[in-house]
Nanobody, 118 residues
């Protein structure tokens, strides 16, 4: 069974940076997979933050454009979210998600807390 393990969250001051990692126990971060980062702030609904498709094309929520970068390292079976210029409103639990298409399967990480202090 493929598992996604997240790491890299923590407490950072506004304007700082963090890099989240989502490590897969299998080779799923490839051209055959879509990868995403979601976040859920206290009292808020889950928000899609960033997406990377198998070919490398990325998309971002307007709230993080220019500050966050989603990437993957297929050799390490790991997806990343580089977060720069962090703001207090970025505080949330961040979840990684992957969907493969051959076969069709969905995988979720356990979540990692990001707290940005003002």
């Amino acid at each position: 069974q493929v598992q996604l393990v997240e790491s890299g969250g923590g407490l950072v001051q506004a304007g700082g940076s963090l890099r989240l990692s989502c490590a897969s126990s299998g080779s799923i971060f490839s051209i055959n997979a879509l990868g995403e980062w979601y976040r859920q702030a206290p009292g808020q609904q889950r928000e899609l933050v960033a997406t990377i498709i198998g070919g490398g094309t990325t998309n971002y929520a307007d709230s993080v454009k220019g500050r966050f970068t989603i990437s993957r390292d297929n050799a390490k079976n790991t997806m990343y979210l580089q977060m720069n210029s962090l703001k207090p409103e970025d505080t949330a639990v961040y979840y990684c998600h992957a969907k493969t298409y051959w076969p069709v399967r969905d995988y979720w990480g356990q979540g990692t807390q990001v707290t940005v202090s003002s």
